[in-house]
């Protein structure tokens, strides 16, 4: 029997969203620093972030599962239904326990929200958001995270060309920078 979860995206060791963010973290000179990225997937940014900046700690943040965010008529709409969700899951803890990674990466298997109870306020010096495509997602998430990162930290995320993304930085960011790759970033 066919396996119908495949991959549809090739990996990609160097991902434009990571790079930028890796330039935002190099600029203002957070690489000895924790950082969060919700919405991990098969761990392209979280893999190239840890490899540039080999002091950088990050909490990677999924489910893993195979939900659907919005309708299809919202341009946030994703389904993950047909992704080998649980190998990439996998793929991610079994390099979690490489010596070169060992005691940087911390793997959260749970809701955006709900994995905010495991990290103290104000101990990040970045948060990327890139799960929950949707406006109230983002919303959900901004919210959720804003008192987890430090005074002079950085808020982030990916895909502001989506018009729900667009208008949930603009109201609560403005002046935000736009960067490669669709990237918002915010100093708080």
């Known amino acids: 029997m066919e396996n119908k979860k495949t991959s549809k995206r090739k990996y ?5 969203q990571a790079v930028a963010i890796g ?8 690489g000895t620093g924790s950082i969060a990225e919700i919405g991990v997937f098969w761990g392209e ?3 190239y972030l840890l490899d540039r900046f080999p002091d950088l700690d990050i909490f990677g ?3 893993w599962e195979e939900v659907t965010w919005g309708d299809k008529s919202d341009e946030g709409f994703r389904t993950y239904e047909d992704f080998p969700l649980e190998s990439y899951y996998k793929g991610i803890c079994e390099k979690q326990i490489l010596p070169k990674y060992q005691g940087r990466l911390t793997v959260i ?5 709900d994995a905010t109870n495991t990290i103290f306020d104000k101990a990040l010096d970045l948060v990327f958001i890139d799960g929950d495509h949707t406006a109230g997602g983002v919303e959900r998430d901004v919210l959720a995270w804003l008192p987890k990162i430090k005074k002079g930290g950085w808020i982030t995320g990916h ?3 989506m018009p729900g993304v667009k208008e949930v930085v603009e109201r609560f960011f403005p002046g935000w920078e736009e960067h490669d790759n669709f990237v918002w970033a915010k100093k708080v």
């Open 45 to 47: 940014t979280t893999f």
């Open 61 to 63: 943040i999924d489910l």
């Open 109 to 113: 298997r749970a809701d955006s929200v």
């Open 12 to 16: 990609n060791p160097s991902p434009k």
């Open 159 to 161: 895909d502001v060309h």
């Open 23 to 30: 330039d935002l973290i190099e600029r203002e000179g957070l």
